[in-house]
């Protein structure tokens, strides 16, 4: 009998994740325990969100014992389908295509990559392990034969959008793009982005506050900003 959808909201899927991993690395965790507070310090979060998160999925803990680890593994793992197999293609045979390629943690979590495809010369033909570079006019015909569930974009930013047209038009529904190109697609395709140089700014960020603090000579940015507006 098919699960009932749950009601889960976007900030607690982006929280799954942390929790898989995070139980993943537990010792023994087939037959482990885990307290609320314990898995908080494992994923960064606190523990009331912890909590909260868990009990969205229906998710509940024995008082004094914590909740069972394989239990709490299966649900999650049902939650963001990777109990289930999604092959994926990746777009763009540069340096950032291959080494997702190779990166074998993402066929141990169920998206194993199926196909490399470019459209560059020099680039097609040439193997990313033991994976045959495509050229991006195959995409249908590597869609229907390995059942894609997603495709990832690793081209350049200014290729970014004809690569999603060209998935689109093959049968995939969800993209993650690697570029900091904005993508528009239609209502029933799904896209993450996923964009490193903003990921270092906001690091960037947390390190100013931190050292601010710390020497007691900078000043916060808040106060740099709000300064800036009172005087305009």
């Not at 999604?86 to 194993?112: C, E, H, T």
């Not at 059942?147 to 049968?171: K, M, N």
């Amino acid at each position: 009998m098919e699960r009932p959808a749950k009601q889960v909201s976007e900030a607690t899927i982006s929280r799954l994740p942390l929790y898989l991993s995070a139980l993943v690395e537990l010792p023994e965790a087939s037959n482990a325990s885990v307290s609320s507070d314990g898995l908080a310090e494992l994923a960064g979060v606190n523990a009331a969100t912890v909590r909260r998160d868990l009990a969205s999925l229906g998710i509940t803990g024995t008082r004094g014992v914590g909740y069972d680890v394989g239990y709490v593994l299966h649900e999650i793992g049902v939650e963001l389908g990777v109990n289930d197999e999604w092959p994926v293609v990746i777009v763009g045979a540069g340096n950032l295509g291959r080494a997702l390629a190779n990166y074998r943690g993402l066929a141990s979590r169920g998206f194993p990559v199926r196909a490399v495809v470019d459209v560059d010369a020099e680039l097609v033909g040439s193997k990313v392990g033991d994976i045959v570079v495509r050229h991006a006019d195959d995409l249908a015909e590597i869609v229907a034969k390995y059942g894609v569930g997603v495709g990832v974009i690793a081209t350049p930013p200014d290729a970014a959008q004809t690569a999603t047209d060209r998935l689109v038009s093959a049968g995939v529904t969800a993209v993650l793009n690697f570029t900091s190109q904005v993508l528009v697609v239609g209502e029933a395709v799904q896209v993450r982005r996923v964009d490193l140089a903003t990921e270092l700014q906001i690091l960037s960020f947390y390190q100013q506050r931190t050292a601010a603090a710390r020497s007691g000579t900078g000043v916060p940015l808040a106060l740099r900003s709000d300064s800036r507006t009172e005087s305009l």
